[in-house]
Protein backbone atom coordinates (compact mmCIF):
# COMPACT_ATOMS: atom_id res chain seq x y z
CA UNK A 1 0.00 0.00 0.00
CA UNK A 2 1.81 3.33 -1.10
CA UNK A 3 -0.38 6.85 -0.22
CA UNK A 4 0.17 9.02 -2.85
CA UNK A 5 -0.33 12.57 -3.13
CA UNK A 6 -0.46 14.77 -6.20
CA UNK A 7 -0.33 18.58 -6.30
CA UNK A 8 0.16 21.40 -8.92
CA UNK A 9 -3.22 20.93 -10.90
CA UNK A 10 -4.69 24.66 -11.55
CA UNK A 11 -6.25 27.14 -14.78
CA UNK A 12 -3.90 28.11 -17.30
CA UNK A 13 -4.11 29.44 -20.93
CA UNK A 14 -3.73 27.62 -24.21
CA UNK A 15 -0.15 27.55 -24.87
CA UNK A 16 1.04 27.91 -21.05
CA UNK A 17 2.65 25.15 -19.00
CA UNK A 18 2.07 23.24 -15.42
CA UNK A 19 4.11 20.63 -13.82
CA UNK A 20 2.48 18.36 -11.83
CA UNK A 21 3.87 16.51 -8.39
CA UNK A 22 3.01 13.50 -7.14
CA UNK A 23 4.56 12.33 -3.57
CA UNK A 24 4.50 9.17 -2.31
CA UNK A 25 4.67 7.94 1.53
CA UNK A 26 8.45 6.64 2.11
CA UNK A 27 8.14 3.63 3.68
CA UNK A 28 8.52 1.38 0.31
CA UNK A 29 10.39 0.79 -2.02
CA UNK A 30 9.32 3.00 -4.43
CA UNK A 31 12.19 2.89 -6.80
CA UNK A 32 10.96 -0.47 -8.21
CA UNK A 33 7.34 0.83 -9.14
CA UNK A 34 5.99 1.83 -12.58
CA UNK A 35 4.59 5.00 -12.10
CA UNK A 36 1.98 6.66 -14.46
CA UNK A 37 -0.58 9.22 -15.06
CA UNK A 38 -4.10 9.08 -15.92
CA UNK A 39 -6.81 11.59 -16.79
CA UNK A 40 -9.87 11.65 -16.75
CA UNK A 41 -12.57 13.89 -18.02
CA UNK A 42 -16.69 13.80 -17.97
CA UNK A 43 -17.99 10.98 -20.61
CA UNK A 44 -14.61 9.69 -21.25
CA UNK A 45 -12.50 6.66 -19.96
CA UNK A 46 -9.66 7.10 -17.47
CA UNK A 47 -6.56 7.62 -20.19
CA UNK A 48 -2.74 6.63 -19.31
CA UNK A 49 -1.28 9.88 -20.18
CA UNK A 50 2.50 9.29 -19.54
CA UNK A 51 4.03 6.44 -17.34
CA UNK A 52 7.74 5.60 -16.36
CA UNK A 53 9.29 2.12 -15.65
CA UNK A 54 11.70 1.39 -12.93
CA UNK A 55 14.35 1.74 -15.62
CA UNK A 56 13.57 5.43 -16.66
CA UNK A 57 11.68 3.84 -19.66
CA UNK A 58 9.43 5.85 -20.53
CA UNK A 59 5.69 5.82 -22.71
CA UNK A 60 3.53 8.48 -23.53
CA UNK A 61 -0.45 8.78 -25.27
CA UNK A 62 -0.25 10.40 -28.92
CA UNK A 63 -2.09 13.16 -27.84
CA UNK A 64 0.48 14.25 -25.58
CA UNK A 65 3.79 13.09 -27.09
CA UNK A 66 6.13 15.96 -27.78
CA UNK A 67 4.58 18.18 -25.03
CA UNK A 68 4.54 16.29 -21.51
CA UNK A 69 7.59 14.61 -19.62
CA UNK A 70 7.36 11.95 -16.75
CA UNK A 71 9.96 12.18 -14.94
CA UNK A 72 10.67 11.07 -11.35
CA UNK A 73 13.00 11.51 -8.52
CA UNK A 74 13.97 8.59 -6.10
CA UNK A 75 15.52 10.29 -3.41
CA UNK A 76 12.22 12.39 -2.84
CA UNK A 77 9.74 9.32 -3.48
CA UNK A 78 8.15 12.21 -6.09
CA UNK A 79 6.65 11.61 -10.05
CA UNK A 80 6.48 14.60 -11.94
CA UNK A 81 4.53 15.44 -15.27
CA UNK A 82 5.58 18.75 -17.20
CA UNK A 83 3.19 19.89 -19.08
CA UNK A 84 4.27 22.35 -21.94
CA UNK A 85 2.08 24.00 -25.07
CA UNK A 86 -0.70 23.22 -23.07
CA UNK A 87 -4.58 22.78 -24.85
CA UNK A 88 -7.81 23.01 -23.97
CA UNK A 89 -7.99 18.88 -24.62
CA UNK A 90 -6.16 18.26 -21.87
CA UNK A 91 -8.31 20.05 -19.25
CA UNK A 92 -9.27 16.65 -16.98
CA UNK A 93 -8.76 15.37 -13.62
CA UNK A 94 -5.00 13.96 -13.65
CA UNK A 95 -4.58 11.05 -11.45
CA UNK A 96 -0.69 9.31 -10.44
CA UNK A 97 -0.68 5.32 -9.90
CA UNK A 98 1.71 3.05 -8.78
CA UNK A 99 2.20 -0.54 -10.01
CA UNK A 100 4.58 -2.42 -7.26
CA UNK A 101 5.15 -5.28 -9.49
CA UNK A 102 6.27 -2.43 -12.61
CA UNK A 103 4.26 -5.20 -15.34
CA UNK A 104 4.38 -2.39 -18.00
CA UNK A 105 2.10 -4.54 -20.19
CA UNK A 106 -1.03 -2.69 -20.99
CA UNK A 107 -3.27 -2.59 -19.70
CA UNK A 108 -1.70 -2.12 -16.46
CA UNK A 109 -3.39 -3.13 -13.42
CA UNK A 110 -2.42 -0.58 -10.83
CA UNK A 111 -2.11 -0.91 -7.05
CA UNK A 112 -2.59 2.72 -5.90
CA UNK A 113 -4.18 5.58 -6.82
CA UNK A 114 -3.88 9.06 -5.75
CA UNK A 115 -7.08 11.24 -5.43
CA UNK A 116 -6.43 13.70 -8.34
CA UNK A 117 -5.79 16.76 -9.17
CA UNK A 118 -7.75 19.27 -11.12
CA UNK A 119 -6.21 21.10 -14.46
CA UNK A 120 -8.14 23.15 -16.60
CA UNK A 121 -7.00 25.14 -19.66
CA UNK A 122 -8.75 27.64 -21.38
CA UNK A 123 -8.91 29.56 -25.14
Known amino acids: QVDLVESGGGSVQAGGSLRLSCAAA?????????LAWFRESPGKEREEVAA???????RYADSVKGRFTVSRDIAKKSLYLQMNTMKPEDTAMYYC????????????????WGQGTQVTVSS
Open 26 to 34: PAYTYDMYC
Open 52 to 58: IKNDGTR
Open 97 to 112: AADQFCSWRQPVQYDD
